[in-house]
């Protein structure tokens, strides 16, 4: 065993001298993220990827428990002990950590050519000047639903406002399924899969919510105002006893067949897939009318950036260069069906879900949740207020002219647009 082992030894010394390596000595790189859920795949599919090309650097994945992240995190940047590179959420968590000098600008990397302004946008200073993370994935919203149901009603997926509620007052005179699984329970469910499903269709995406930022546009304008109106249109097809029907209660209605369509984010592609014991589709969220430009929320939820105080910054940065690539992209996003790559490069989905979802880049214009850069940093956070209004609107306990009022005057009470 030992003969073995050396004679190992030796031949990997050989092969990486004749490899011509620009590192003087074996590179490990160790990477925090909050998921844990992932290990595997870092483990068994990435990692191996990457130290095939690369084998004079290693890659050690080391998650944290993803509540515990943050305060870990910032607790190891601040002792010096921290990974050389940081897996990244979305918005001011890392742009905090950007500006305490502790994530390291990437703006001229190798690969973030790869990416859009929106796809950086979470990973972009406010002046839009520095990229300080590669963007990794995104979640899509939509609709899901029950393949079975629409073939059994004769439904055809949805492409217009019209069409939807044609559909969905089909379902509800038939009485066989709950048109749609949503409750209000939760609050954020109503504005996650509710408002910041629809509105972009609504606010034209990344004008409208670029718009507000500048002060340009208001909460009151009609083009904000109306998503309400559309979601209090829904009350009569969420079932009985919504209001007080969780999260986790949507999902079985739906997993068990109970109900014909989920308003979803594609982060439900892997769970569904091991509870539905029926055929699923997708659809993005239909149009006001036919030829109108279809907007979906492509919205960034991970990216990877580089520990300033890296003790391999240069070995660093060739992962993460390798973490920008379409090689990359592929792997992860088939790995996580339903996490979508955020590069500019098309990645073949093998789950025919997640596939659907991501064939909508193609056809419609990308933005993000529109509360989530710059727009939530003050209290009242709108983020937060945006849950409440779109439940009371859902709920007939608030109309929606009423409900924008009141998350514009919060937002007035601390926001001073720039421009």
Same mark, same amino acid.
């Given at each position: 065993?030992?003969?073995?082992?050396?004679?190992?030894?030796?031949?990997?010394?050989?092969?990486?001298?004749?490899?011509?390596?620009?590192?003087?000595?074996?590179?490990?790189?160790?990477?925090?993220?909050?998921?844990?859920?992932?290990?595997?795949?870092?483990?068994?599919?990435?990692?191996?990827?990457?130290?095939?090309?690369?084998?004079?650097?290693?890659?050690?994945?080391?998650?944290?428990?993803?509540?515990?992240?943050?305060?870990?995190?910032?607790?190891?940047?601040?002792?010096?002990?921290?990974?050389?590179?940081?897996?990244?959420?979305?918005?001011?968590?890392?742009? *905090?950590?950007?500006? /305490?000098?502790?994530?390291?600008?990437?703006?001229?990397?190798?690969?973030?050519?790869?990416?859009?302004?929106?796809?950086?946008?979470?990973?972009?200073?406010?002046?839009?000047?520095?990229?300080?993370?590669?963007?990794?994935?995104?979640?899509?919203?939509?609709?899901?639903?029950?393949?079975?149901?629409?073939?059994?009603?004769?439904?055809?997926?949805?492409?217009?406002?019209?069409?939807?509620?044609?559909?969905?007052?089909?379902?509800?005179?038939?009485?066989?399924?709950?048109?749609?699984?949503?409750?209000?329970?939760?609050?954020?469910?109503?504005?996650?899969?509710?408002?910041?499903?629809?509105?972009?269709?609504?606010? /034209?995406?990344?004008?409208?919510?670029?718009?507000?930022?500048?002060?340009?546009?208001?909460?009151?304008?009609?083009?904000?105002?109306?998503?309400?109106?559309?979601?209090?249109?829904? +009350?009569?097809?969420?079932?009985?006893?919504?209001?007080?029907?969780?999260?986790?209660?949507?999902?079985?209605?739906?997993?068990?067949?109970?109900?014909?369509?989920?308003?979803?984010?594609?982060?439900?592609?892997?769970?569904?897939?091991?509870?539905?014991?029926?055929?699923?589709?997708?659809?993005?969220?239909?149009?006001? /009318?036919?030829?109108?430009?279809?907007?979906?929320?492509?919205?960034?939820?991970?990216?990877?950036?580089?520990?300033?105080?890296?003790?391999?910054?240069?070995?660093?940065?060739?992962?993460?260069?390798?973490?920008?690539?379409?090689?990359?992209?592929?792997?992860?996003?088939?790995?996580?069906?339903?996490?979508?790559?955020?590069?500019?490069?098309?990645?073949?989905?093998?789950?025919?879900?997640?596939?659907?979802?991501?064939?909508?880049?193609? /056809?419609? +214009?990308?933005?993000?949740?529109?509360?989530?850069?710059?727009?939530?940093?003050?209290?009242?956070?709108?983020?937060?207020?945006?849950? !409440?209004?779109?439940?009371? !609107?859902?709920?007939?306990?608030?109309?929606?002219?009423?409900?924008?009022? *009141?998350?514009?005057?919060?937002?007035?009470?601390?926001?001073?647009?720039?421009?």
């Amino acid at each position: 065993m030992k003969h073995r082992l050396l004679t190992g030894l030796l031949m990997a010394s050989s092969m990486l001298g004749t490899a011509g390596i620009a590192f003087a000595q074996d590179a490990t790189l160790t990477i925090e993220s909050w998921r844990n859920d992932d290990l595997a795949i870092w483990q068994e599919k990435l990692i191996p990827a990457f130290e095939a090309k690369h084998p004079g650097i290693k890659v050690v994945f080391s998650p944290s428990a993803p509540t515990e992240y943050n305060a870990a995190l910032n607790a190891k940047l601040d002792a010096g002990s921290a990974g050389d590179l940081i897996t990244c959420r979305p918005f001011d968590a890392s742009l *905090e950590l950007y500006k /305490k000098g502790q994530l390291a600008d990437l703006t001229s990397l190798s690969g973030m050519e790869n990416f859009s302004d929106v796809a950086k946008s979470a990973w972009t200073t406010d002046d839009g000047k520095a990229n300080f993370c590669v963007p990794m994935a995104s979640v899509i919203h939509g609709f899901i639903y029950n393949k079975e149901a629409f073939e059994k009603l004769s439904i055809t997926p949805p492409a217009t406002e019209e069409e939807f509620f044609t559909a969905l007052d089909k379902i509800k005179a038939d009485g066989t399924y709950i048109p749609m699984a949503m409750g209000t329970k939760d609050l954020w469910e109503a504005a996650t899969m509710g408002y910041q499903n629809i509105g972009p269709t609504y606010w /034209k995406g990344e004008e409208g919510r670029l718009a507000l930022i500048k002060g340009a546009q208001k909460l009151t304008d009609a083009d904000w105002v109306a998503p309400f109106a559309t979601l209090a249109k829904w +009350k009569p097809y969420l079932g009985d006893g919504f209001e007080a029907q969780s999260y986790p209660d949507s999902q079985n209605l739906f997993t068990l067949g109970r109900a014909a369509i989920f308003p979803a984010g594609s982060w439900e592609i892997s769970v569904f897939n091991t509870q539905a014991q029926f055929k699923m589709g997708a659809f993005p969220p239909p149009v006001q /009318k036919a030829g109108d430009t279809c907007y979906i929320s492509d919205h960034n939820d991970i990216g990877i950036g580089l520990n300033a105080k890296s003790k391999n910054p240069e070995a660093a940065k060739t992962f993460l260069t390798w973490v920008a690539s379409p090689e990359f992209a592929s792997i992860y996003a088939n790995a996580l069906p339903g996490f979508f790559s955020l590069n500019s490069a098309a990645v073949k989905m093998e789950d025919p879900l997640a596939q659907e979802f991501v064939s909508w880049r193609e /056809k419609c +214009k990308p933005t993000i949740r529109s509360t989530y850069q710059i727009l939530s940093r003050g209290t009242p956070n709108l983020e937060n207020e945006t849950w !409440v209004k779109s439940a009371n !609107v859902i709920n007939g306990t608030e109309t929606p002219e009423a409900a924008a009022a *009141e998350l514009q005057k919060g937002l007035d009470s601390w926001f001073k647009p720039a421009n």
